[in-house]
């Protein structure tokens, strides 16, 4: 017992217990410490009333009561083959204050209970995690990650909001409970869906203790954060020094994701995750401050999607290869213990980075045969005319209209049509006014309006050639050939020039007259296609102003708001002058009546 004082305690706090003849709830002071839980009447642990013993049994949350909805139950009962926890009590019932006590409680126990079978990895460091999991095979990440990683590569890379679209609340939370019990589910024969999935992996980077990278650690990578925003080189250069820092367990957590998420972004025109879009989602759970106020996380979080996007677009220059991915060229199988767990492939990472030590000029210039996610990509038309990049170009991961959208072409060049160009400086800075954002989306207006206008011109003219040819043709069936009809190169969409073999003098009527029909019907083809990506546009403009109204709402919302705070800061003043001013005339009364005190005193003393 005396060793179990000395231990460190994992968990304290007030609850309330059933116990006593007639089941009354009483207020206790419970600490966690060791593999018991105490139990005492006063918080400075004067007085022990009891003790409960944690392995081999079980804790459960119970639904909340109909009656009472307010209270939050847990229950400590006997694990498998047993029929009471000990002599006095066949179970421990235990009411918390809320339902975050009671989880972070049920996490504290499980923890206990389970971490020597595995169990319990929800807010449990990752060093102890993976000295755990070393037992069983040369690990580099909780298996937790790789089964998650492996199902959401299997079924999931096409989805679009791929770890954007939050989870089934009760699927997360029973495959929580599943691993926290040290077993491994099969996701298969569950058949979870993916962003449940997804939200379980978000879940446990979450619920570590310390990030993945340390809070020691944190201001070091902020720095490097606002070095990329002056110089990518440098900045690239000093963030692959800071990765070698960090702990063995932590670098090779922040490999594994980083290198899936590049997987993932890489399917952006399916499942519209780019790599600005994953840093939003996944930079606050790699990195925190130790302080989470408000102010400091509106501070950093520009900074740290820069370097989260950062590390996902550059993971092959700062990562070097992780050889029990690569030493074997079949997929690693992961071994199914617990209940039902079946065998879960992890895909083995890309060979062929020939880096042993990263340096600054391999990291500022990049291999001919590695791809950044910054490249471009090209589109064709027949993408651009389904709108699939309709949303990435219009709103940012936050649900903002950027600072601006790149027309499809730039007037007077002439290349494909291509997504994907560098985003750090596209985002809406949340500190815009309104009467900027209202610009912007005015500009955006004028310039759709502008190439709707320019696209009825150029097919008007086209008709206009088309209507103008077909009268010359009949005119005289004995030309050498049919005229062309050039477009101009500078156009917003190039559009194939109708260029028609050289006409043999020998042909017929019939013969013209099939050229004739096939040049309209190209004509008839292309007219079509412009009307398509018209009402693309216009389509694209009844978002924008969508997204203008609610700007509109959200900003007279505010203005009321700071109305109402200024009338209640005057108030505010208005009391406090008037308290001072109160002050003031009681201050000068009471010396008056010190005064006149005085002098009755005196003229008492002289009649005496």
């Known amino acids: ?118 169990g319990g990895i929800f807010g449990q460091s990752l060093e102890e995690t993976m000295r755990y999991e070393r037992r069983y095979g040369n690990r580099t990440v909780p298996v937790i990650i790789e089964q998650t990683a492996a199902y959401i590569r299997k079924h999931g890379m096409a989805q679009e909001g791929l770890f954007r679209l939050p989870g089934s609340l009760t699927v997360v939370k029973e495959l929580q409970d599943v691993y926290d019990r040290g077993e491994r589910p099969d996701f298969e024969e569950l058949q979870a869906d993916v962003d449940s999935v997804a939200s379980l992996l978000k879940l446990f980077l979450r619920e570590l203790p310390e990030p993945v990278v340390p809070f020691a650690q944190y201001e070091s990578f902020l720095q490097t954060a606002r070095l990329l925003k002056v110089s990518e080189a440098e900045g690239v250069s000093r963030l692959a020094q800071l990765l070698k820092q960090l702990p063995e367990d932590n670098f090779n957590l922040l490999r594994f994701l980083c290198r899936f998420l590049f997987e993932v972004q890489l399917q952006a025109q399916l499942n519209r995750m780019t790599a600005e879009n994953l840093a939003t989602v996944f930079g606050p759970n790699i990195a925190r401050p130790l302080s989470e106020s408000p102010l400091n996380i509106m501070e950093t979080t520009a900074l740290i999607q820069r370097l989260t996007r950062t590390l996902i677009a550059e993971q092959d220059a700062m990562f070097p290869p992780d050889p029990a991915l690569t030493e074997n060229s079949d997929l690693i199988e992961l071994d199914s213990q617990g209940s039902g767990g079946g065998t879960m492939a992890t895909p083995t990472w890309p060979t062929n980075y020939d880096m042993s030590d990263v340096d600054a000029s391999s990291r500022s210039e990049s291999p001919p045969h590695r791809k950044s996610v910054y490249d471009n990509v090209p589109v064709t038309d027949s993408e651009f005319d389904s709108g699939s990049e309709m949303n990435e170009g219009v709103t940012n991961s936050c649900g903002c209209i950027p600072k601006s959208i790149e027309s499809a072409r730039s007037n007077g060049s002439s290349g494909p049509l291509v997504i994907g160009s560098p985003v750090p ?32 011109s150029r097919m008007q003219k086209l008709e206009q050639r088309a209507d103008r040819q077909d009268r010359q043709e009949r005119q005289s069936i004995a030309r050498s050939s049919v005229h062309e009809l050039p477009v101009s190169s500078h156009d917003d969409f190039l559009v194939p020039t109708v260029v028609p073999a050289e006409v043999d003098m020998t042909l017929s009527y019939g013969d013209l007259q099939r050229q004739v029909k096939g040049l309209k019907s190209e004509l008839t083809f292309q007219k079509s296609q412009y009307e398509g990506r018209v009402q693309n546009l216009e389509q694209r403009n009844a978002m924008l102003e969508q997204q203008l109204q609610r700007l509109e709402h959200d900003m007279k919302r505010e203005r009321m708001l700071r109305q109402a705070a200024e009338i209640k800061l ?38 005496t």
């Not at 004082?5 to 600490?31: A, D, N």
């Not at 081999?56 to 847990?74: H, I, K, M, Q, T």
């Not at 800075?429 to 190439?451: C, D, F, H, P």
């Open 570 to 607: 005057r108030n505010e003043e208005q009391a406090r002058l008037s308290a001072e001013e109160r002050n003031l005339q009681l201050q000068r009364e009471l010396d008056d009546f010190c005064v006149a005190f005085g002098d009755v005193q005196d003229n008492f003393g002289q009649e």
């Open 1 to 118: 017992m005396a060793d179990t004082y000395r231990q460190k305690v994992l968990h304290s706090g007030w609850l309330r217990k059933q116990g006593g003849v007639v089941k009354t709830w009483q207020r206790r002071w419970f600490v966690l410490r060791g593999d018991q839980l105490f139990y005492y009447t006063k918080e400075d642990e004067s007085k022990l009333q009891g003790t409960i013993f944690l392995p081999g049994n079980n804790v459960v949350e119970l639904p909340p009561c109909p009656d009472d909805p307010s209270r939050y139950l847990f229950e400590v009962v006997p694990g498998p083959g047993n029929q009471r926890i000990n002599a006095s009590h066949e179970t421990y019932l235990i009411q918390a204050a809320s339902q975050s006590e009671m989880e972070a409680w049920i996490r504290a126990i499980r923890r206990v209970i389970y971490a020597p079978y595995g």
């Open 425 to 456: 400086d596209n985002g809406v800075n949340l500190t815009l006014s309104y009467t900027e954002l209202q610009n912007q989306v005015l500009a955006l207006k004028s310039e759709l309006s502008r190439q709707k206008s320019d696209y009825e």
